[in-house]
């Protein structure tokens, strides 16, 4: 029986500004869904490692950044295929935990995906993408541009968590 990845991501927003990564599609095989979106800094918790030093492990990797954690914004659950169609999940099941985080420290950089080889890289690369002009990008998961720009100047500070399904 396949896994339920258990994942964390970081949202980080500074100056207007939200901090994303360009990402290959994960089912480039699809052609419902684009050769690459915008995703939030994150990743796959590792047996044993708390989810906090499992998102400053990510960020490092993926971003060249420190941060610190803050409260947890949302829960996002991802089956693919989707609900409804045959073989729901069979390929892909994760739970992504979403927090807001403050970089720390760091110089920005594309990183790398250490589970890959250099020429199977994942990761295309890393930017401060203004909020205003989410719109022109495409974000995974779908709710990200809205749930952003529904927070006044980006302040998630009292937010609560929200659950977002696997259509969401």
Known sequence: MAKVNLRVSALCIRDGHVLLIEHKSFAPEDPELPSSYWILPGGVVERGETLD????????????????????????????????????????????????????????????????????????????LPIAELDRYYLYPPFLAGYVRGKRDGDFGNAVPEFFDSLA
Not at 61 to 79: D, H, W
Not at 93 to 122: A, I, K
């Open 53 to 128: 030093q499992a998102l400053k492990r990510e960020m490092m990797e993926e971003t060249g950044l420190e941060c610190m954690v803050g409260s947890l914004l949302f829960i996002k659950e991802l089956l693919y295929p989707y609900p409804g169609f045959q073989g729901q999940g069979s390929l892909h099941h994760s739970v992504s935990l979403g927090f807001n985080c403050t970089v720390t420290g760091g110089e920005l950089r594309t990183g790398r995906d250490p589970e890959f080889p250099d020429d199977r890289q994942v990761i295309i690369r890393t930017a401060w």
